[in-house]
């Protein structure tokens, strides 16, 4: 078990600019779910994948935000024309499909930063 | 919606105190309830949870209660250490699929 790994840790971008950031969930997990944090908060949810399909969007998500798990194995999420509203910490999680006796494991999150 | 609601933070406290973090919760039914601790430059990860009214959650020398008639899930612990400082997140799932609804995290810090 090698955990959640995600890359980058850290982007500084230009407003306007697209951005793409890359998860790596636990390889059993089924599960695949990507968070926003802002400072002082707690995470919000965006988006999760069961396998390969998308099975639920937040509202939070607009259409500049785009997630994806081709194979059902690692997820990227793509933010085009940032905004300085879009600089937060992005968090990825995973989980085998067995309802709530299987935890959420978390990354350590991509910190984004637009300028 | 389904919402969790955090004592306000920072909390610092001097080792082996007594811990306290309010968590009160708002939701539809009895649902699960989780706390997850994010330890400095690491990742969120479970630290307990309860699936039904009054079962206790630990780990770790923490505890928690899932209290319906209060609707509460307060954390506690009896003699803190320097290697709990950390931030502290209360949680509910909200529909399906364990998609969870965070509070808004309490930052504590003990102090030697």
């Known amino acids: 078990d090698t955990g959640v790994s995600q890359d980058p840790r850290h982007k500084i971008t230009k407003r306007g600019q697209n951005v793409t950031f890359r998860c790596d969930p636990i390889s059993e997990h089924n599960r695949l779910y990507w968070y926003r944090q802002t400072l002082g908060q707690g995470p919000e949810f965006l988006t999760y994948?069961?396998?390969?399909?998308?099975?639920?969007k937040s509202r939070l998500l607009s259409d500049r935000f785009s997630a994806e798990r081709p194979k059902g194995s690692f997820s990227t999420l793509e933010i085009q024309r940032t905004e300085q509203g879009d600089s937060a910490m992005y968090l990825c999680?995973?989980?085998?499909?067995?309802?709530?006796?299987?935890?959420?494991?978390f990354g350590n999150g991509t910190r984004l930063t637009v300028t | 919606g389904d919402s969790v609601t955090q004592m306000e933070g920072p909390v610092t406290l001097s080792e082996e105190a007594f811990l306290t973090i309010n968590c009160t919760y708002t939701?539809?039914?009895?649902?699960?309830l989780f706390w997850y601790v994010q330890y400095p430059g690491e990742g969120l990860q479970l630290l307990l949870k309860?699936?039904?009214?009054?079962d206790k959650g630990s780990n770790k020398g923490f505890e928690a209660t899932y209290r319906k008639e209060t609707t509460s899930f307060h954390l506690e612990k009896g003699s803190v250490q320097v290697s709990d400082s950390a931030v502290y997140f209360c949680a509910l799932p909200q529909g399906g699929a364990q998609k969870l609804v965070f509070g808004q995290g309490t930052r504590l810090t003990i102090n030697p």
């Open positions: 999680a995973s989980s085998l499909d067995r309802g709530y006796n299987s935890p959420l494991h």
């Open positions: 994948f069961q396998n390969e399909a998308q099975l639920e």
């Open positions: 939701a539809t039914g009895y649902p699960s």
């Open positions: 309860a699936t039904k009214a009054d």
